[in-house]
């Protein structure tokens, strides 16, 4: 079920984002969060009755504009051919997990589990895997794909591949040896997207 939410939750609820992004969820005090959206710190309470509870509405806030980003993003895309479409696809998952790379760690195992975040989650998955089969269709009737993979598998590479660097950088990083502390995760995105790009193209048989 889509949430709706109003224009002063979204201020409240994006100064939060940034503050998470920057200070992680712990550091991130109520009052910090006041003070960026510049609203009384009663607001918090009144609107989400807790910062912990803030939180799920935050996850949900990001899930459904992940939704509405990759919907809008696929329109660009329709008309390009299958193999731009993949790479494009694969590019845009990667770019939006390591520019909301804070997500993947701050919510709480019993958040995630709830039913209506598990609902949103499903939604969004769905909506790239019937993208994916769409151009794995589109590929495999002009000869362009040899191979018609599960596009719910060819998801689940890209997901799992990139929260492993995002999660472990501390191995992936040894791997990278022109990285820096400032500028690991633009090197990190580039080697996992250059990978990733040779590992689906492979599974769909495309030469590039």
Known sequence: MQMTFTDKQIKILEAAEELIAEKG???TTVRNICQKANI????????????EKMLTYLYQYRVQRAKETFAEF?????????QMQVKEVIKFIIGQM????YFHGFVKQEFRNTELMDEEL???YTIVVEKLNQIIKQGISTGVFLYAPNAEDLL?????????VIRNKRFYEQYIPQATEENFLSEAEIKIRQSLYQ???LQLGYKQ
């Not at 009384?40 to 910062?51: D, P, T």
Request: aromatic residues 20%; glycine residues 6%.
């Open 25 to 27: 969820f712990e550091e």
């Open 40 to 51: 009384n710190v009663a607001m918090i309470s009144y609107y989400f009755g807790s910062k």
């Open 74 to 82: 696929a329109h660009t895309i329709k008309d390009g051919t299958p």
């Open 98 to 101: 390591f520019k909301y790379k």
């Open 122 to 124: 499903q939604d969004f």
């Open 156 to 164: 689940t590479i890209l997901i799992g591949s990139v929260l492993f």
């Open 199 to 201: 590992t689906i193209f």
